[in-house]
């Protein structure tokens, strides 16, 4: 069991395309959930399984109470375009409520809507395990956005 890349579910894109759920990434409420390395992410899974807190999602979670709950933070200055056949999703870096942050072993994290039944957008390895005793916890997310599909 282990975190070893980071992926765009298909499910999502699939759902997308297809219209099966109301999904809008930039108007819908968009969280970033954190996890430990007790779990192995999987892109090909069915939409039921990238929900938060089902599959492999309903354990391993990271979390301090005031400062990164266990549902996670929301993303903000969320943004998309599509340029030269590419289509990118972005938002600002997710950091910690305050300063005061006590996270351990964060190896991971999920992306997911909450607005419509926390269904799972992509996961995110953050290339091993990462910890804060007493400071701000960030994920910076990839100068490239944090997912990008080439059309």
Not at 6 to 34: C, H, P, Q, R
Not at 58 to 64: F, I, N, Y
Not at 70 to 94: C, E, I, P, W
Not at 109 to 120: A, E, F, K, R, S
Request: glycine share 10%; proline share 1%.
């Amino acid at each position: 069991m282990a975190w070893s890349n980071s992926k765009i579910f298909m499910a999502y894109v699939e759902d997308s395309l297809e219209n099966t759920a109301a999904l809008d990434i930039d108007g819908d409420t968009i969280k970033n959930a954190l996890f430990d390395n007790t779990i192995t992410p999987s892109q090909t899974v069915a939409t039921a399984s990238t929900v938060y807190g089902a599959g492999v999602w309903a354990s391993g979670g990271v979390s301090d109470a005031v400062s990164w709950p266990a549902v996670g933070r929301d993303l903000a200055g969320k943004a998309s375009s599509f340029t030269s056949n590419v289509y990118t999703f972005d938002a600002t870096d997710t950091t910690s409520a305050d300063a005061t942050t006590d996270l351990t072993n964060v190896y991971g994290c999920l992306i997911y809507d909450d607005t419509t039944g926390d269904q799972g957008v992509c996961f995110l390895y953050l290339g091993g395990a990462n910890s804060v005793v007493s400071g701000t916890f960030t994920v910076v997310y990839h100068a490239s956005g944090i997912f990008a599909l080439t059309l």
